[in-house]
């Protein structure tokens, strides 16, 4: 078995000003923004963070996680994210990326996937 690391997971979360805007700096209102991926179909365990528009990881949501510990959707897996960085800081509003991956055992079967016979040449 190899140990091999797949499937690059990618989901876009937007963070409009509206739910940056605060009644009073006392109450802030929840942020909550739902992510959703399918991941590959590979046993493993799931790394998930959140991205600003530089690239920059600003929230690491999920490391090394079981499958067991999203929400299980009919077509997707789900999580979700409360806008903060991981200094539990609210962010600014802006377009954030969702990015990840999945780690697993990948099974090497020794028989080839495909074999073929090529005919000799003929003289023509």
């Not at 091999?4 to 876009?12: E, G, H, K, N, S």
């Not at 929400?71 to 802006?94: Q, V």
Request: hydrophobic share 40%; aromatic share 4%.
């Amino acid at each position: 078995m190899l140990r091999v690391a797949v499937a690059t997971i990618v989901a876009v979360a937007c963070c409009s000003s509206a739910l940056a805007q605060t009644p009073s700096p006392a109450t802030p209102p929840p942020r909550n923004v739902r992510i959703s991926f399918l991941p590959p179909p590979l046993e493993g365990t799931i790394s998930l963070g959140i991205y600003d528009a530089t690239g920059k990881l600003v929230r690491v949501l999920h490391r090394e996680a079981d499958v067991s510990e999203f929400e299980i959707g009919a077509d997707a897996l789900h999580t979700t994210w409360d806008g903060k960085d991981d200094a539990d800081a609210p962010l600014p509003p802006g377009k954030y990326h969702a990015r990840g991956y999945m780690v697993g055992d990948l099974q090497a079967d020794p028989e080839p996937i495909a074999s073929a016979t090529v005919p000799e040449p003929t003289n023509i």
